[in-house]
């Protein structure tokens, strides 16, 4: 007989149980809905063993790869622990290591940690202050660079943390950091397949990730990024971004400025319209998008229409919290 | 016993692949796509699943009822049955698409035709 162990309790589980049976006899309360792995209410992650296949089916491969399963789905056949998605994992204390203005309203805050910590770039954290103040961050590096982690913090006007963080928060002091979240990011394999990144603001972060990784990993494929801002000052990392441009054949970097701009570099327009209209048919591309809500909504259902399959479209939807105050 | 129309057609691995072909065609489609929200694409596309895997004769907890509920809104919106045969027209062109043979396309129509007075919410 397996056991179950959620949060530290243990559950035996009896045969011909799904996880979200043993779970919920045991006056667990877990998300679910249909009950028939169609709804993926009832996600949940593995921490040790892997899930069996059948609790996987109709998963983004991305949460596939991490061992999130479908609870009414998962009949297990060994021991496993097991974490609701937004319960699991453990934080560290990162101290910080290096702060810089990428822009006028862009900070650069650079994390190092010595404990061991998990990530794929492009995934997102909860960054907490010592009074218990947490905003979520895109991680902008990759895992090669070894034990830091790199964000883009952007003032928002009121915003308590973003302030903070760009006025108070010095080096040498120490910040908590949860375990690394979110699907939106790259995974080897497929290394032929086109790659169209739509970032506004500071959404660029987790798509430099992503470039980045990619190209660490080898892709050949073609991959272009199109970064987007309302004006010019918005638009940052510029020179870096031209120089891997024009260093790195298969890469492409095109800034864009939607509002007033008399300055040449930058496309006129809005970065998801001129990614959008720059090629035909998005039909086997895997598009990646970051940054403002509606455009990241939009965007999706423009790149789907556009012949792109709904599996190959990454998004995450995180910033409408982290622009709170 | 013969196997369900639903293990036929490939269980889930079909449902994944045809709501990527049914989806683009129904938001592409002028006379219909009104009664599909663009605003949170995610929560759509879950829904299209529960219809195709009701369509396919797959498992599924509902009842009359339910597909009355669920598309009362629309019948106030105007669902009639022009609106009805699009979806219909889509449901078979999506399973062409994929070479289901024409006789379980036939098998998944009637399941979905035998709703129509409850989505009609007549
Ligand atoms: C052909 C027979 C049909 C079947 C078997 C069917 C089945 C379903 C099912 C199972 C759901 C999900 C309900 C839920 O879990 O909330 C649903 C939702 C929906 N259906 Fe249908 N449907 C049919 C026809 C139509 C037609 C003709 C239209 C419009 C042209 C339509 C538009 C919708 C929309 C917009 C939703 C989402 C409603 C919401 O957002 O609350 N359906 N349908």
Redesign the pocket.
Known sequence: MATLTLNGNKYPYQSNETVLDTLLNANVEIPHACREGVCQSCLMRSLDNSPPSLAQNGLKDTLQHKKYFLACRCYPKQDMTVALPDHEGNEIIAEVSGKELLSADIMRLVLSFEEEFSFYAGQFVNLKRPDGLTRSYSIANTPAQSNTLEFHIKRLPNGRFSSWVHEELAVGEKLSVSEAKGTCHYLPGKYDQPLLLVGTGSGLAPLIGIVNDALNKGHSGPIRLYHGSRDPEGLYLIDEMQALAENVENFDYTPCVSGENDREKFTKGRAHDIALSSTDSLTGWRVYLCGHPEMVNQTKMMAYLKGASLSDIYADAFYLSSSGK | MTESLYNRLGGEAAVNAAVDIFYRKVLGDYR?NR???TSDMDK?IA?QR??LT??FGGPNN?SGKD?RN??S??VDMG?NED??N???EHLGATLTELKVPPALIAEAAAI?ES?RGD?LGR
Request: glycine share 4%; proline share 0%; hydrophobic share 65%.
């Open positions: 219909i009664f599909f929200g759509q829904k529960s219809f009701m369509a509902y597909m669920a598309h809104r629309l669902l609106h009805f699009a979806v219909m979905a709703t989505v």
